[in-house]
């Protein structure tokens, strides 16, 4: 058996989807570590593979306009907290999106440069992970008087 198709099994006895181009290539990692992909613009994936390392976003340069905003703020007190709060946690925070697939069109579509960008994978400690649930629906806040 030729080894892209043993290594195409484990990664699927790992959990995988059958489809990972990792697969093709490598061992899936061990269980405290996952596979991840970061999609990019071919010109930054080049920086960041020449520097050995991947620009931290901020909130403000997200594509969600209501990134880090989920609560639905009907009152305009909330609506006013909720931007400030956004405000001041991009200016101290930031992040990096990985993916669990790489396969997906409209990550490549939004995020690699409308798919002419690429895709790198990586290999992290599943603890330094902070896995995100989207949903369809906003949850609804009012903040209290006083």
């Known amino acids: 058996m030729a080894a892209h198709k043993r290594y195409r099994q484990r990664w699927v006895k790992a959990g995988y ?3 990972m181009g990792s697969a093709w290539c490598c061992l899936p990692p061990s269980a405290d570590h996952i596979r991840l992909y970061h999609f990019t613009t071919a010109q930054h994936a080049y920086s960041n ?3 050995g390392r991947l ?3 901020r909130f403000s340069e997200c594509n969600d306009p209501f990134e880090l905003l989920a609560l639905n703020f009907n009152a305009s007190q909330s ?4 931007r400030y709060f956004k405000s001041k946690v991009d200016n101290t925070k930031g992040f990096v999106s990985f993916s669990e697939n790489w396969i997906d069109p409209v990550m490549w ?7 002419k ?3 790198l994978g990586f ?3 599943r603890s330094a992970i902070q896995r995100i649930e989207y949903n369809d629906s906003r949850l609804r806040a009012e903040l209290g008087q006083g």
Do not use: M, W
């Open 17 to 19: 989807d059958h489809r």
């Open 49 to 51: 593979i020449e520097r």
């Open 55 to 57: 620009k931290v976003a």
């Open 79 to 82: 609506r006013k907290a909720g």
């Open 109 to 115: 579509s939004h995020y690699a440069d409308r798919h």
């Open 117 to 119: 960008g690429i895709c």
């Open 123 to 125: 290999t992290l400690p």
